[in-house]
Structure formats: structure tokens, C-alpha cells
């Protein structure tokens, strides 16, 4: 059964929230020594890095734009989370493929405040998509800069996106802010209820 949702993401963070990627690895704990690799992509500018640095509780103050690409790999408790932040840029996009092997959750960023390049995120994403090596990989959707008086709201950007004609994964579009961290828990505790483990 595929569970399609979007989230608004209205429930605040309380300072016993551990944002770490380590606490979410806790809550896996189904498949000791699996490798978990989920690939984080967005068009440039569409906070990837940021929220990253949210999830590895480092400091956002000082970010620069991705050229190339960042790896986070976290161990924990027998688990490797992979996370590849890969540089959105139009001439990086079409290296994007070089990571899609073995992704167990596609994350992708989207900048909502952003609307003129709607047309362009929603193109690259049915692209990623259409890709055999991405096929019923289950995807999250971060509708990133929910803190911005001009931002869209994720219900709003599932239509624009053409979601609901997405049928071959399961799908969750979150409502966030990488910068004040409000939405992010909520996308990774559904990332880790919907990771589909490979077989060894």
C-alpha cells in the first residue's frame, strides 16, 4: 500500500528534541550492521547544506554554496548512515547520477519561497524520478524556508509538483525551516519509518 501525505509541519521543537542524526539512528533498530544511505539533492540555493548541518547538529551560521559535494557518515549502535549533499548547480546536475546507486531514500530540497524556479525543481525532480536506479525509492520532500512570509505552503507545492500522479513510492512532502530547525525531526522520523532495507 503507498501512503502519500503532506505534512505542515506545525509542531514546535522542544529543547529535549535531540536533532542529531545519531538519536534517529537509535530508533532503527530492525537491521543491525545495515547501511543506510539516503541522497539529499535540490537545485542550488535550496538550503541542502544547511539542513544537513541541522541534522549533523553543527553550526549554520557560516555557509557557503556546495561546489562538488559534502558526505556525512554517521555510525552508531551497528548503524552507517550515508547522507550525500550534492552541489545543485546546473552544471553539477548531470553528475547527480553517479550517486544513485544503492539509495535506500531520496530527500530532495526545495526552496518554497522561491517560485520562479518552480518550473525548473519540478522538471529535475521528474527526472530523478524516471531514473531505473531510483525506481520505488521512497521520497521525501522538504519544502524548505517555511520561515519566509513569502514561502509556499507544502500542500501547495505537492500540487505544483504533479505528486499525486506519483504512484510507484511511497511520498511525504514536509513543511520546514533548515534555519530554525522546526519540521526537520518530523521528515527523519518519516525517513526512518519508510526506509525500504536493501538485501545484502
Excluded at 548541518?53 to 553550526?59: G, I, M, R, S, V
Excluded at 559535494?69 to 554517521?74: D, L, M, T
Excluded at 519540521?183 to 525500504?196: D, F, H, L, S
Aim: with cysteine; net charge negative.
Amino acid at each position: 500500500m503507498l501512503i502519500h501525505s503532506v505534512s505542515a509541519g506545525t509542531t514546535t521543537q522542544t529543547p529535549e528534541d535531540d536533532m542529531g542524526l545519531l538519536s534517529i539512528l537509535r530508533r532503527l533498530k530492525q537491521s543491525p550492521e545495515q547501511e543506510v544511505r539516503l541522497l539529499l539533492l535540490g537545485l542550488d540555493n535550496a538550503g541542502k547544506t544547511t539542513l544537513l548541518k541541522q541534522l549533523a547538529a553543527e553550526d549554520i551560521s557560516h555557509i557557503t554554496p556546495t561546489q562538488g559535494f559534502n558526505i556525512k557518515s554517521v555510525q552508531s549502535s551497528g548503524f552507517k548512515l550515508s547522507v550525500w549533499d550534492i552541489g545543485g548547480q546546473r552544471k553539477i546536475r548531470p553528475y547527480w547520477r553517479n550517486y544513485f546507486e544503492n539509495t535506500d531514500v531520496l530527500i530532495y530540497v526545495i526552496d518554497s519561497s522561491d517560485r520562479k524556479r518552480f518550473e525548473e525543481t519540478s522538471l529535475e525532480l521528474a527526472e530523478l524520478l524516471d531514473e531505473e536506479k531510483l525506481v520505488g525509492v521512497p521520497l521525501l520532500i522538504f519544502a524548505n524556508k517555511q520561515d519566509l512570509t513569502t514561502a509556499t505552503p507544502a500542500s501547495e507545492l505537492a500540487e505544483i509538483l504533479n505528486l499525486h500522479t506519483v504512484r510507484d513510492r511511497v511520498w511525504q512532502v514536509q513543511a520546514c525551516s533548515a534555519v530554525s530547525a522546526e519540521g526537520v525531526q518530523e521528515g527523519m522520523t518519516w525517513v526512518c519509518r519508510n526506509i525500504k532495507f536493501r538485501k545484502k
